[in-house]
């Protein structure tokens, strides 16, 4: 595990597993509640589906948001050569807590510990990115 590529592989693949849970809960909760395929075409639509249903969807979007940040910044590191131990050990920090923060939301959805796990991940971004902003000078 000493590539920074890894930690990409690992959350390139746990979103696919939060999709998959996405879709497993919501199918079947849309069947339950007789909601029309069609009938999800807007945002909003189906948000008289359990929050049990919509939390995990809300996460599957949020793994589609900041973690690109991540992915372009461990590419960047990659091609720079600077993947050393403190960056690859960042970025594994940064997918343990994106997972985490991903279980947290799909069950018991507790905000401020949510808060606190995306806290401490952009933290662990923001170090690497400073990192290499000042390898810069």
Do not use: C
């Not at 597993?17 to 497993?24: G, R, T």
């Amino acid at each position: 595990m000493k590539s920074i590529l890894t930690p990409i592989l690992v959350l390139v693949a746990w979103s696919l597993v939060v999709w998959l849970w996405m879709y497993a809960t919501r199918i079947p909760a849309m069947q339950k509640a007789r909601i029309e395929p069609q009938s999800a075409r807007f945002p909003g639509s189906l948000a008289v589906l359990p929050d049990r249903v919509r939390q995990v969807a809300d996460n599957y979007n949020h793994l589609m948001e900041q973690p690109t940040i991540f992915y372009a910044l461990a590419v960047y590191v990659h091609l720079v050569g600077h993947a050393d131990a403190l960056n690859i050990g960042l970025a594994w920090s940064y997918v343990g807590l994106r997972i985490a923060h991903s279980l947290v939301q799909g069950t018991a959805n507790l905000v401020m510990a949510r808060f606190a796990l995306f806290s401490l991940s952009t933290i662990a971004l923001i170090a690497i990115t400073a990192r290499e902003v000042l390898a810069l000078v």
